[in-house]
């Protein structure tokens, strides 16, 4: 009872204070007498005992309801009797794309969905898209690329995902890739280098890779250059090492060879490793030979006559050579080429004997016949050494007669010829013996006039030449 005397409630019974439960007992906030106070929200004491409940709270006990509506608690039966509140994601996210005055993606800011934390919505901590990617909407980023344009400017899209663009001779699939904007041979290049020869990678130019730089010389890797077939000193289908066309060297032949008049060849020219061509020099064939037809010139002729040499020449013994169409006369004076002969004839026209005389006969051993009606010489000589005969041949002189009759020919060593073996003045004999070294010319008894070697003057009374030597 209380100090009125009235009764006071028990335990479980309703109540509307403290004071008005009995002793030792509470009035819990749903109105009943509680064991205790039994305040929290997810408690009830309906049968005077406080217990967790679940659910929402009962009346009296609050709310679990929170500052948001996506965050709001319920009551689980946990012992305390507090809300159990969600810890998932609130509000909404956002996603802003800024671009700079060229309208291009510069940054990103997002603002992902905030968190419940005990009934309120905790908003998200700005940020910006990963992967340098932009936005996809008003509320989210892209989770990939699939150009470009997806992406943050800077950047490329490759294989989905956006990265840096590369620096001047990385490694490149295409323009889009490199930081300005010029792939050439795979690799990122200094300028666009589109010019002909010209190239970015070491192994088109042996500079290192994306400096755009000369391919290198005798190379055409991307076949810019073409091989020029109707100029000989054209462009030869490879570049110069210079950044152009290279063209055809100094080693090759131009223009047309030609051969005129008396053989004066003129040879093919050379290029001049320009584009031009440089004409041959004009000058005699070799060897004195004549020409061949309208470009070459002859390499043979009939030994020991003038055929197949130019005028006032003679072919040598070999046949390959013409040489001057003269024979020493006197004191060694050459017969001068006039007439398209030369050959040297001695002769005397005067009685007493006491000199001689020399003129220019045609070639081939014409005899000099005498030239006055006084006793005199006739010489006919057909050779003047060794060199003027066939092979195996020598030429022989001798003195034919009292009368100096004089001869030279090309015949076979003695004594298989016996043109050596001479009567002279005073019947002395004259032998020509080719095998000595050098041949010796030896006479079977001393005479005044030949002497007993060539080496001596034979005829020396006459002041004329030894002419009586095998050569």
């Known amino acids: 009872c209380d100090a009125t005397g009235a009764c006071k409630a028990t335990q479980g019974q309703t109540c509307q204070t403290a004071m008005s439960c009995a002793s030792g007992l509470s009035c819990s906030p749903d109105g009943h007498c509680c064991n205790t106070a039994c305040t929290g929200p997810c408690q009830s004491c309906e049968t005077g005992t406080c217990q967790p409940v679940t659910g929402a709270p009962h009346t009296g006990h609050g709310s679990c309801a929170g500052s948001s509506a996506e965050c709001a608690g319920s009551c689980t039966g946990v012992a305390d009797g507090q809300c159990t509140w969600p810890t998932t994601a609130c509000g909404q996210a956002s996603c802003t794309t800024l671009t700079n005055a060229q309208s291009q993606p510069v940054a990103t800011n997002y603002v992902p969905r905030g968190s419940c934390n005990a009934g309120s919505c905790v908003a998200g901590a700005p940020t910006s898209c990963s992967g340098n990617l932009v936005c996809a909407s008003a509320t989210a980023c892209k989770t990939s690329c699939t150009g470009d344009a997806d992406c943050l400017t800077g950047n490329v899209c490759l294989g989905g995902a956006c990265i840096g663009k590369k620096g001047t001779g990385s490694s490149c699939g295409g323009s889009n890739e490199c930081q300005l904007g010029n792939c050439v041979d795979g690799f990122c290049c200094e300028s666009s280098c589109t010019a002909a020869c010209m190239a970015c990678s070491q192994a088109k130019t042996g500079s290192a890779n994306g400096y755009c730089r000369p391919v290198s010389a005798g190379s055409d890797p991307d076949s810019e250059c073409a091989a020029d077939t109707g100029d000989p000193c054209g462009h030869d289908g490879m570049c110069d090492g210079a950044g152009g066309c290279r063209y055809r060297n100094t080693s090759v032949s131009c223009g047309t060879a030609s051969c005129t008049g008396e053989g004066i060849y003129t040879p093919l020219g050379h290029c001049n490793g320009a584009g031009s061509c440089i004409p041959g020099t004009a000058g005699p064939c070799p060897n004195n030979m004549p020409c061949a037809s309208a470009s070459t010139c002859a390499t043979t002729c009939t030994p020991l006559s003038t055929t197949g040499c130019i005028l006032g020449y003679k072919c040598a013994a070999s046949g390959t050579s013409c040489v001057l169409a003269t024979m020493p006369c006197g004191a060694n004076q050459a017969c001068p080429i006039a007439n398209g002969g030369g050959e040297c004839c001695v002769y005397n026209p005067s009685t007493s004997g006491t000199y001689f005389a020399e003129v220019c006969i045609s070639a081939g051993g014409t005899t000099c016949e005498q030239t006055t009606a006084q006793l005199g010489q006739y010489v006919d000589i057909q050779c003047h050494s060794k060199a003027d005969c066939p092979a195996g041949q020598v030429c022989c002189a001798r003195v034919s ?49 030949f002497g007993t070697s060539c080496t001596g003057a034979a005829f020396a009374d006459y002041g004329a030449p030894d002419v009586a030597t095998c050569q």
């Open 401 to 449: 007669s009292v009368i100096f009759g004089w001869s030279a020919k090309c015949v076979p060593p003695y004594p298989a010829d016996p043109f050596c073996h001479a009567g002279g003045m005073n019947g002395a004999v004259q032998l020509c013996d080719p095998t000595g070294s050098p041949s010796e010319c030896m006479g079977a008894t001393p005479d005044d006039d």
